[in-house]
């Protein structure tokens, strides 16, 4: 959908504003540990005060109950996540699962492969935010496709969840691809 002639889309950017309590550690956690930019700050009366960070391009997932569920078998071995998680694609989700434990999360569930690919953990994290890390694999070597559905390693095929099934501008329409 556009809002005008130009094709431009309606909405610009997703802003997810989080409320902290403790906001010196929270802005240490995601802008010094987890790296994210500083894009503005402000300042009000009265010890007003926010911070901007930048977080890449954006997305407003949407998934229904059996999804969630799903995902969070796959991500966290059942483990609920909250009604709002968010999601960050990292390089190196190992790494930087073991930064944030160190600057201060609290792991959930440590990096594993996922049926579609990534390499995702969990964490609970300053300012009440439960987050995911994921790590893009790219395409299964051949070896990996013939061990995919052996038991025990995490990489159960499951055709309509395969990343193949994405084009570049997202999923294909009537296909369901689980994300983090």
């Not at 995902?71 to 944030?100: K, M, N, Q, Y």
């Not at 964490?123 to 987050?131: K, R, S, T």
């Amino acid at each position: 959908m556009t809002s005008d002639s130009t094709d431009r889309p309606r909405v610009r950017q997703l802003r997810l504003v989080v409320t902290a309590d403790d906001y010196e550690a929270a802005l240490a956690f995601y802008r010094d540990v987890l790296g994210l930019p500083e894009h503005e700050a402000y300042q009000g009366e009265d010890g007003a005060r926010v911070t901007i960070l930048d977080a890449g391009r954006a997305t407003l997932e949407l998934s229904n109950p059996a999804q969630v569920r799903m995902i969070d078998a796959v991500e966290a071995e059942g483990s609920p996540s909250a009604r709002i998680r968010v999601a960050f694609e990292v390089d190196d989700s190992a790494a930087v699962t073991h930064d944030l434990v160190r600057g201060g999360a609290e792991l959930v569930a440590s990096p594993r492969q996922t049926p579609w690919r990534s390499l995702n953990s969990r964490l609970e994290a300053p300012a009440g935010l439960q987050l995911t890390l994921f790590q893009e694999l790219g395409p299964a070597s051949a070896a990996e496709d013939e061990n995919e559905d052996e038991p025990g390693n995490g990489t159960a095929s499951t055709a309509g969840n395969r990343r193949e099934n994405a084009t570049e501008n997202g999923p294909v329409h009537g296909t369901q691809e689980p994300r983090p």
